[in-house]
């Protein structure tokens, strides 16, 4: 669950009431983006909303709304010498009480089990409007008004992010007397990389610390309980199973897979069945160039299609980081998976003239 969410819902679930922070408008060069969000309550803060002397600024405006209970608020900050920053844009952020008995916390927390929502969040409008907040899933709309027509163009515009995945934006609608309410339409993912690990072992485990604070969903597969650590991060599922290779078909479609487990057979066996699938977001098999040649002859000659064979990374990791420790092999691994995610990845090292010419 995307990390603000989870703070917003502990803050409900032990009856605190916090502030919503949230970046409304950003010009210029600003250090985090559009929707852009951080919880803060009394003894703490949450999620980051980009650092600094700007962080720190909205966390101490926040508390200060938080102890007079003021509903909404928008500010506008000068990302300049002002604030120590030099970045040069500016942001408006808003700052949102929310109670601990707020329906929609709860509410978004439960859908986010079952895939991605989209909130809708009035920035400015007339006095009925202000705080008030929509979610369109796929199960419909939640937080209607009394303005059907409102209702159903927000339900619209929540419904063709879902499809489309597009970025937080901006939107103006009109209620039923023509007055002008400014709308965050953002959507929010349960987590952004379902990622399934195969292996236990020093690099598997490097690779669980740095993949852990991103927000994503790990699961870990080893035949060996004594390998895993005693303690892992919330978000790391660990699985012990003496066929691996069967968790590949629990995974959901669009996952990110890494393989590299103790067995080079037990690599092939999984590679095989992940390939089969065909998909999947990403497979990657640690090895070299060579391990890579001798899968591949392996894979033909079990029936395997060159075109899916030519989807597997190995060697797995961005170019240009060539250290073989552990650490140094897991940040860039998880390099490459943010690449991929977001849509800026490498080709896949696969051989295809040779492969073709099979």
Not at 188 to 200: Q, R
Request: hydrophobic content about 40%.
């Amino acid at each position: 669950m995307t990390d603000w969410v989870q703070a917003l819902h502990a803050a409900a679930s032990s009856g605190q009431h916090c502030m919503l922070v949230s970046i409304v408008r950003a010009q210029g060069s600003t250090p985090r983006e559009l929707g852009a969000k951080m919880v803060v309550t009394e003894q703490g803060s949450f999620a980051t909303i980009g650092g600094g002397r700007f962080e720190y600024e909205c966390v101490q405006l926040a508390r200060r709304l938080l102890q007079q209970r003021v509903a909404h608020e928008i500010r506008r900050f000068s990302l300049g010498p002002s604030l120590g920053q030099c970045c040069g844009g500016a942001a408006e952020v808003s700052f949102d009480l929310v109670e601990s008995e707020s329906k929609w916390v709860s509410h978004l927390a439960d859908q986010l089990r079952h895939g991605a929502v989209v909130l809708a969040s009035v920035v400015q409008a007339a006095a009925k409007y202000r705080g008030h907040r929509w979610l369109v899933s796929e199960g419909g709309v939640f937080g209607e008004i009394d303005d059907a027509a409102l209702d159903a163009r927000i339900g619209a515009a929540g419904r063709h992010l879902l499809d489309t995945r597009a970025e937080a934006e901006i939107v103006h609608f009109a209620d039923a007397l023509g007055r002008d309410i400014t709308v965050l339409v953002e959507p929010v993912l349960p987590h952004a990389l379902d990622v399934v690990l195969f292996g236990a072992g020093h690099v598997g485990q490097a690779l669980v610390s740095t993949l852990a604070g991103l927000a994503c969903r790990i699961t870990w597969v080893d035949s060996r309980r004594d390998v895993f650590p005693r303690d892992v991060p919330a978000n790391v599922r660990c699985v012990v199973s003496g066929f691996p290779q069967e968790q590949v078909d629990a995974a959901p479609a669009d996952s990110y897979y890494l393989v590299m487990t103790h067995s080079h057979p037990l690599d092939q066996m999984i590679c095989e069945k992940i390939l089969g699938r065909d998909d999947f977001r990403y497979c990657g098999l640690i090895g070299s160039k060579s391990k890579r040649r001798k899968f591949e002859k392996r894979f033909l000659a079990h029936g395997l299609p060159a075109r899916l064979i030519e989807k597997l990374t190995c060697p797995i990791g961005i170019d240009g980081i060539s250290g073989k420790r552990p650490e140094e092999i897991s940040i860039a691994v998880a390099a490459q998976l943010l690449q991929v995610s977001q849509g800026h990845a490498q080709p896949a090292r696969s051989l295809r003239p040779r492969l073709a010419a099979s």
